[in-house]
């Protein structure tokens, strides 16, 4: 789907990632990584002894410092705002909480019909306030360097967490769930989908020029299950902001979804290593901008082998319609400068 420039767009001095959204031409393909704004950077690092999780996400400067860490000494193409999917549970009025190398713990699951009735889907702009301030402030302190990116987590995901309470390698009690109650899932669904597009909404309104929905853990449903309880709601989601802001789709492990979501309002579908660029083009008939999907393990590597697998990467998808980042979150152990060269290489790029 092509996105026509919006009038932020004509003031950046860098909109790779804009005009490869719009599946416009570009000389090499825009990069950033996700997950850029964290726990791998030193200067990061010092912020998070200094300050818990939630205080870095919900203090506009913070989030704003973390967000533009990377744009100033990695070098990537776009900034995405620090910030955290579970930001929606907290606004519906769930408590979660983080602890440091343990993930996210939400003390109160979700179970029954009463419990979807109690959560609240209004006020997202005004409940999630800090996000709006912090992307408002970042897009002025980025002064038109680079696109910003918005996020939200995808309803399947956010379910995930809401009923599991806590991170799970096999999501059995969000399974459960879903396969037992599967009108309560659906309605708990449509209220976090509904949440996200007001959510969304607004992250563009306070100067995000694209936005990203993960969906982290689609990869635990099967093909089948996957158009069931998770496809319908990322297909809601960029309907809703196809005149907002390009979207770009998410769903962690789910190869198998390709053909149906580049079919879609999106603009963008993020892939991981699961799938060769060559069947990821093949599936979606070049209909859609693909972003990926180089494995973060690989950073690891000596950077002579980090940049011939990125040229090997970008010579898999081509340069145009694609969106040179990670196949999932950069972890805390990669060195800075293996990072950096992930970003050279794809700079330095000419087949």
């Known amino acids: 789907m092509n996105i026509e420039p919006t009038k932020t767009s004509t003031q950046l001095k860098n909109d790779l990632l804009l005009q490869a959204l719009r599946k416009q031409k570009v000389e090499r393909p825009p990069v950033w990584m996700m997950r850029q704004a ?17 205080t870095r996400v919900q203090t506009p400067e913070l989030a704003c410092e973390i967000t533009l860490q990377p744009v100033d000494q990695v070098g990537v193409d776009a900034a995405i705002i620090f910030s955290d999917i579970l930001v929606i549970p907290q606004a519906m009025g769930l408590e979660v909480l983080m602890e440091e190398g343990r993930g996210p713990l939400l003390p109160k699951t979700i179970k029954t019909k009463k419990d979807i009735d109690a959560l609240n889907t209004s006020n997202a702009e005004e409940h999630l ?10 897009k002025k302190e980025l002064n038109g360097r680079v696109p910003l990116i918005g996020f939200s987590g995808a309803p399947w995901t956010i379910l995930c967490y809401m009923v599991e309470g806590k991170g799970s390698k096999t999501w059995d009690k969000a399974k459960q769930f879903a396969y037992t109650g599967p009108e309560l899932a659906h309605a708990l669904l449509q209220k976090i989908t509904n949440i996200t597009i007001d959510y969304l909404k607004a992250q563009v309104k306070a100067g995000a020029d694209t936005v990203q929905v993960f969906d982290s853990w689609a990869g635990s449903l099967s093909p089948e299950d996957f158009k069931i309880f998770a496809q319908p709601y990322l297909i809601q989601i960029a309907d809703a902001m196809k005149n907002d802001a390009p979207v770009i789709l998410f769903p962690k492990g789910s190869w198998y979804a390709l053909k149906d979501l580049s079919e879609t309002s999106a603009s963008g579908i993020g892939i991981d290593w699961s799938i060769t660029p060559q069947f990821a083009r093949e599936l979606t008939k070049n209909k859609i901008t693909l972003q990926g999907n180089f494995d973060p393990a690989k950073l690891l590597a000596p950077i002579p082998q980090i940049k011939k697998w990125v040229k090997e990467m970008i010579d898999g998808f081509g340069v145009q319609n694609y969106i040179a980042n990670l196949g999932h979150g950069i972890t805390p152990n990669v060195p800075v400068e293996h990072a950096k060269a992930f970003v050279e290489a794809v700079k330095e790029y000419s087949r």
Do not use: C, N, Q
Not at 129 to 138: E, I, Q, R
């Open 38 to 54: 964290g726990r791998y950077l030193p200067d990061y690092i010092k912020l998070r002894e200094k300050y818990d999780f939630f």
């Open 129 to 138: 306030k800090y996000v709006m301030d912090a992307l408002s402030l970042t």
